[in-house]
């Protein structure tokens, strides 16, 4: 698995669809850092995956990716991303209890590809998290690629990969909404 | 350690280590060697460096060349093949002054060359030249420069370190244990291999509580993972031959001396964890008997060889996917914070079975730290650490308690002797009430703890 490297292409889409797309991604992760997963998880179409992929640092100078082509921290089709839903509602998700404070902080949008049915996203973001009553928090820094699917009653979610930039997960773990 | 504060430290040490000794046959041990400083100082000299920690699989270095780096302890080293082929692992510090050298986690490389003032080692340890040798060093012979190296023992594909050669030999050290290693590791005839890069995760937890989690602690999934195991719509595969509510029946723990593993069974000869029925035509001759049907009627193995390497063979309740297995490394990072690895592997046989893979790494998955299992024990985990650096504990001395399974207090365990479950001490229900596993890797941490040192830079008079 490989983080893209894409060409700016600016040009290739117009403003408003440009503005569209960045609306769309602010919104969703409001429903994220607001935990409104039922609500999110109605963004997404039954045939998506959700994967995070390991990163680890390979000897200098090697061709070969940093991301892991078969092992991942999440990789989840509709089925299990439901369940995970239905699993962090239950106050005994001892993984979001105390529940995280959630600020995503998304940047650098940019539309990599354009075809009749989708739009093919990257983004940054920075995740900030913060819980329970201590002054600990985490930031988690990634870039984020997202399939957008056109359609009659706006975008849907088809495919997601998030590139964190650790080698070493350094928060307490990882849950949906930090995705 | 002559000064007088050193050895009001080493008093204090020893007060916890006597206390732990004395606590194992009543079920009780100090809570706070759950993070102190003084006990972690005292744990990476007398623990991790003169026992046998896991390193590495033999299917992650397969060429000459391969490394990976990994620790003993919170020491640097490089787990490597050479050119000869031999497995060699050395510290990463330079014998001239002490610069590292490999930044990578993983590779391929012949040589390592210091980027301080360039010497350069090959694969073997050996220093191989220097720059300016002829004006620099004249006298100095670079066959008498030799890389720190540990010393490597192994077992059906895993190779494990120490620092200090002494004690028992690996297959003495895992005694007993090696029947269950050899089931929940090598049950089929090709072996098993690592699939891709381990998981990694810095937590904020005592290598101990996990070891011991990990090491017959089934009593927790009642509460820690309650959402997780109340999945509305998944298949739950192998777990539908288990009757409702009677799972406590047909959980057992089986302890060695080092070593504790809990295991899951059914009635059904033909549940192996959820393997294709066509596994049979892949068990490993080398088994006997009794192993092959403890493997046919398993749903999951969980244990913990002491120190900080875990095992695990398992198709995951709830539905969230397997058969996979899984060696973990706790690897310490300080009194409260470890770094957990965890491999994925598979029977060569399957590897290439696309179906399979997909469902095994969902298991494996389950408990990553994205997974819908090991994110809620991580919580938990933090709270120990933080509560056990407590001055109250400390002051109070105060006593955690592991007296399960000991006398009066519980009708359903009992001690198991059957062929078909090993050699070790076996218990029903041993995994869901039995505290033995803590009171086992407790006895080996009480003896290398106050077990004399004999290194020159030992911290005994
Ligand atoms: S420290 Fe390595 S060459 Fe000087
Ligand atoms: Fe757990």
Redesign the interface.
Known sequence: MRESTTPPRSDSVSPDTQHRVEQFLYAEAELLDTFQLKDWLALLTEDIMIKVPIRTYTHPGTEQSEFSENGYYLRDNYDMIRERVGRLKKSYAWSENPRSRIRHVIGNVRITEVTEESYTVTNNQHVYRSYGDTPENDTLSARRDTVLQRGEAGFKIADRTVFFEDSIVSTKNITLPLL | MGSSSNSEYSSRVKRMIEQTGSGIDEGSFPLKIFNDQDIYDAELRRIFARSWVYLGHMSEIEQPGDYVRRYIGEDPYILTRDETGQIQAFLDSCMHRGAQFC???????SHFRCPYHGWTYSNDGTLQGMPKKAEAYQGLDPEDVELESAYLDTFKGLIFGRIVDEGPSLEEYLGDFKWYLELILDPTEKGMTV??????????HNWKTSADNFGGDNYHVF??H???E?????DRGPWKKLPDNRRGEFNHLACTDNAAVSYQITNDRETYMGYPDDITEHFNSDLSEEQTELFRRSLFYFGTIFPNTTVVHAVQSGG?GGPWAAIRKWQPRGPGEV?VISW?LVPEEYEDNDAF?ERS??GW?SL?????F???????W?GISESTKSMTLDIRESKGNMQQGMDGMSDEVEILEDPMHGPGEVTTNGGFYDERGTRTLLSSWYEQMSREETGANSGEQ
Request: glycine share 6%; proline share 0%.
């Open positions: 930044t990578a986690d993983k590779g391929n490389t699939v891709t890069d381990a998981h990694r995760w810095q937590a904020n509460a820690t309650q959402a997780a109340e999945t509305d719509d998944l969230w770094e994925w893979m790494h969902r998955e990553s730290a994205g997974g819908a090991e994110s809620d024990d991580l919580t938990i933090e």
